[in-house]
């Protein structure tokens, strides 16, 4: 569809790259054309939204759309509902010109983060925004106005030329047309922002233009980032290079700075050491270096030189030594860049012939092959590429990692690679084409480690085999941990920033010190802080206004401190408060303008002394505690060996000297393993653990109690410690009072019995006694026989009770009993009807519940028969004859849980302690009949069962007895 793109410019608005929404309608409403703004705000595509009536597409929150009037310009705020059914509410201008509306709509609120793209956004740690092409803000972050002192309402009435200063916006001006015309594809810069209190910070600015699905600029994605420190920082740099240039003057390595156009701005003195000529030889040719190095290794040097992108170059060359030899020498450099401009590069230069000497030496031994394999610090790999698998390793570790199994696939070993290296990772084990074969691959990878961190892995490959067709078959490498070269890289970035901080804000004490006159040149702010004066006051005293020793001792110490005869004493030093430490101080003589001086590291070791006297004394406590106690102590490692056994202990194991040390615990305990499982257990729980232990000393068995402990040492060494008494004569009192207590015990169970059973003879024995008294009276035959019916009751009885007594006695001095299988259905409904017979009245209350499959259990059956009609007895005395009884069945968790209920009486939660005691009755007024044994003898079958039997029980309600016996 087409459309009068004149007439639309002329309304004021762009077409395809306006973040505006415009679009033009005919007269009825209908939507001829709309530009991406719609496309993008809808979600929807364009073919779904041309053609359309514009009332098609508004949120139904709204009551209506307003009218268009072609005589009259209208502007009124209207939400459209977008893919999802979200309103996405806008500001719009409305014009008719030329039989048609033209519409332009702003955006009254940013989409709702609802996305993750959006949620990262919004909580971003960096200040984000988004801008149109005018600069005009289109959504910002919460860190954004932080960072400006703005809210989120005052920065979206602003643009982006109101937070800079006027002299700088032409410089933002040309980013953006770099990044429109694609010159670039973002641009980073230090700019200075100007915050809402009218403060000017300086800040980090990445800028990025982010296209459409079209690849036509859409909007402009800032990220800010406050740089105020580093600038601050710079400005400390230059105001303290000369003081921290001396330092490196005095590095081993040979290390220089090279300005763009190749002239040396630095070079350190060790460079005469490794090449023989000196930095001045270097600042006035900078061409010597390329001179004199070896012409085989002088393109990969000029390679090197010709590569400013890298964080970090490394390159090993030869070069003639002035006085004739050949040095080889490892360079690590980094570029420096400033604003984005290369300005050269810092460089650090090792002698590595002694490393490549040896390396050579070591090529030669082609026979050691074998054993180098074996024992090369790095994983060394041969990968099938047909099989898509490691066929051999040295299965070494790298660094804290251990490789993955040989015979495990590459495609599982990406669980462990870091997402943003496996695909490149993969992709290199799939690849077709592959170096010659004289040529190595290196590449760099991450893999987590156990403890969940990330791991730099660099591996080196090459061509170990062909197939016939020449197609790679296998491929031979070697992975290195590389984790600390890539921390040495952030660091050598950071050493900037750390070289400016190392003498002012170093932790350690220094002090700059004229060896001639001792004068104290400089100190750092923790020097002021550990003596007290301030560091103008240090400046102006002398080492020995510090110093305790007299000043010819000084002066001597400093003399050979500069003649490198020695770089460390041990003195005491006054503070300002006339308090004396311990120091230690190492020194080294440097250059500085000219001038020999002393830089000293002092370290205060007066703790350490006084710790050292503290650690003798608690020493000299231990061995006189452990010499004059009178417990057997001893000390033992993880394998049971004596670390240490105390005098008392060596006397009673007839152990001299020499003999206890290092040996096993054997010689204390015997060959039993009870003590080692002891060890085990006090280290497990990381507490005191006590245990006893027979011990034969002589031809007599000893008991010992020994008390045992972890012990940890500041190294982190576990060791298990004891002290040990001999307890057998205490052992033996203890048998005898156990002994005595029993029989107590056991009297007294017979005195209870004895008055119990008196009592429950006495009222049957009464009952007949009154009989016979009446029948000796009596000529009434129906009475006789009526007494005749009840003392027959009374002596059945007293049969019952004997018997009850005699199956007790007999329970409680038996300790096992003869097992057979018992199928409990068959037991059920034997006891089913067995209570039918015994309480007809109670057939139709009586409620049975059985499993359909088997269930057996090992035991007496005349004995568990017994204990659970015991249990429906007692539920038949205390149930109403309008109450109900029941027995389930179940299995549970390895057990069998027999059940009995009743809607009885009940027990109170105070009785129900002692219902399973001996002749105990709820009812102590003995109105009910019952001997008081027969829950005691339900329990004891149950216990010689290995069961058990628990109750819950409400008064009222009823009670629930419930029978736990292992499944067989």
Not at 191 to 201: L, R
Not at 283 to 309: G, M, N
Not at 680 to 687: C, F, H, I, P, Q
Request: charged letters at 25%; a negative charge; one cysteine or more.
């Amino acid at each position: 569809m087409t459309t009068d793109k004149a007439a639309v410019e002329n309304f004021g608005y762009p077409l395809a790259l306006s973040r505006d929404w415009v679009g033009i309608l005919s007269r009825r409403r209908e939507i001829l054309w709309v530009n991406p703004a719609w496309i993008t705000g809808l979600g929807l595509p364009e073919e779904q939204i041309v053609g359309r009536i514009l009332d098609d597409l508004v949120h139904p929150s709204e009551t209506a759309l307003p009218p268009f009037d072609p005589s009259n310009p209208a502007e009124f705020n209207l939400a459209l509902r977008d893919q999802r059914g979200d309103a996405v509410l806008l500001h719009w201008r409305v014009l008719f010109q030329d039989d048609r509306f033209y519409l332009n709509g702003q955006l009254l609120a940013a989409p709702k983060p609802t996305d993750p793209y959006l949620m990262a956004f919004e909580h971003a740690p960096l200040g984000m925004a988004h801008t149109d092409m005018n600069g005009r803000w289109l959504r910002v972050n919460q860190r954004f106005c932080d960072l400006l002192g703005y809210s989120h309402a005052e920065l979206m009435q602003l643009t982006y030329r109101d937070l800079t200063l006027p002299e700088d916006f032409p410089v933002y001006t040309d980013i953006g047309v770099r990044l429109i015309t694609g010159e670039t594809t973002h641009e980073a810069y230090d700019c200075i922002h100007i915050c809402k209190n009218g403060s000017q910070v300086w800040m980090h600015m990445t800028g990025t233009l982010i296209r459409d699905k079209h690849g036509a600029p859409d909007y402009f994605m800032l990220t800010l980032e406050s740089s105020q420190g580093r600038h601050a920082m710079e400005v400390a740099l230059r105001e303290s290079q000369m003081r921290y240039r001396m330092v490196a003057d005095y590095t081993y390595d040979w290390e220089f700075w090279q300005r763009a156009d190749g002239t040396y701005e630095y070079v350190s003195p060790s460079v005469e050491r490794i090449t023989g000529y000196t930095p001045a030889d270097y600042i006035a040719d900078p061409t010597l270096l390329e001179k004199i190095i070896v012409p085989d290794d002088l393109l990969a040097w000029q390679a090197h030189l010709s590569d400013t992108e890298s964080p970090q170059r490394v390159v090993q060359f030869r070069l003639q030594h002035k006085s004739g030899g050949v040095r080889w020498i490892e360079h690590i450099c980094v570029p420096i860049f400033e604003n984005g401009h290369y300005l050269g590069q810092r460089a650090s230069n090792r002698d590595i012939t002694d490393r490549k000497e040896r390396q050579a030496e070591l090529d030669d031994q082609r026979q050691l092959l074998e054993g180098i394999f074996r024992a090369a610090p790095d994983y060394i790999y041969l990968t099938d590429l047909d099989l898509q698998r490691q066929v051999l390793s040295n299965r070494l570790k790298v660094g804290p990692l251990e490789p993955p199994d040989p015979l495990i696939p590459l495609q599982q070993a990406l669980a462990i690679m870091h997402p943003d290296d496996a695909a490149a990772w993969l992709e290199h084990y799939t690849r077709k084409d592959r170096p010659p074969d004289d040529s190595i691959y290196a590449y760099e990878f991450r893999i987590q480690d156990g403890a969940g961190g990330w791991r730099w892995i660099r591996s080196r490959e090459v061509v170990f085999r062909r197939h016939a067709d020449g197609s790679v078959h296998q491929i031979l490498g070697i992975s290195h941990d590389i984790t600390p070269e890539k921390v040495q890289e952030q660091a050598l970035r950071e050493s900037e920033a750390r070289f400016r901080h190392m003498f002012e804000r170093h932790q350690a004490i220094k002090l700059l010190i004229d060896p001639t006159t001792g004068n104290i040149v400089d100190a750092n702010p923790a020097a002021a802080l550990f003596y007290g004066w301030d560091v103008p006051t240090l400046r102006t005293m002398r080492i020995q206004d510090i110093n305790t020793l007299p000043e010819e001792q000084v002066q001597a110490a400093m003399t050979r401190v500069s003649m490198e005869q020695t770089d460390f004493f041990n003195f005491k030093h006054r503070l300002a408060d006339g308090s004396v430490r311990d120091v230690e101080v190492h020194s080294a003589p440097v250059e500085v303008g000219g001038k020999t001086m002393l830089y000293s590291i002092v370290m205060d070791i007066t703790q350490l002394h006084q710790t050292r006297r503290e650690l003798q004394e608690s020493q000299n406590r231990f061995d006189a505690f452990m010499k004059n106690s009178p417990m057997a102590a001893f000390i033992k490692d993880l394998e049971g060996r004596l670390i240490y056994i105390n005098p008392v202990c060596a006397q009673i194991f007839g152990l001299d000297t020499v003999e206890w040390h290092n040996r096993n615990d054997v010689v204390l305990w015997g060959e039993s393993a009870a003590p080692r499982d002891t060890d085990k257990r006090t280290l497990e729980m990381g507490m005191t653990t006590i245990a006893e232990n027979t011990v034969k000393i002589g031809s007599e068995d000893r008991v010992w109690l020994t008390y045992n402990f972890p012990i940890q040492d500041v190294e982190g060494h576990l060791f298990v410690g004891g002290m040990g008494v001999d307890i057998t004569d205490l052992k033996r009192a203890e048998r005898q009072l156990i002994e005595m207590a029993l029989e107590r015990e056991r009297m007294q169970i017979l005195s209870r019995f004895i008055e119990k059973a008196a009592h429950e003879f006495r009222t049957p024995l009464s009952v007949i006694e009154l009989g016979l008294y009446a029948m000796r009276r009596l000529d009434d035959s129906e009475k006789h026989h009526q007494r005749v019916a009840k003392m027959e009751e009374q002596v059945f009885y007293m049969v019952k009770l004997v018997e009850s007594m005699v199956t007790m006695t007999h329970l409680d001095s038996t300790t096992h009993l003869e097992f057979a299988p018992i199928k409990l259905q068959s037991l059920m409904h034997t006891l089913q009807e067995k209570f039918s017979i015994t309480y007809p009245e109670r057939t139709a209350q009586f409620d049975l519940s059985i499993p359909a499959e088997p269930i057996t259990v090992a035991g007496d059956a005349v004995l568990l028969e017994r204990a659970l009609f015991e249990l429906l007895t007692n539920a038949h005395r205390f149930t109403p004859t309008d109450g109900r009884i029941g027995m389930e069945v179940r299995r549970q968790e390895g057990s069998v849980v027999i059940t009995v209920r009743d809607t009885g009486l009940g027990v109170s939660a105070e009785h129900q302690r002692h219902i399973f005691e001996h002749f105990f009755r709820v009812d102590a007024a003995h109105t009910t009949r019952g001997f008081g044994l027969g829950l005691t003898i339900v329990k004891r079958i149950l216990e010689l069962h290995g069961g058990d039997i628990q109750v819950e029980s409400t008064p009222g309600v009823g009670s629930t007895f419930r029978v736990v016996l292992p499944a067989e």
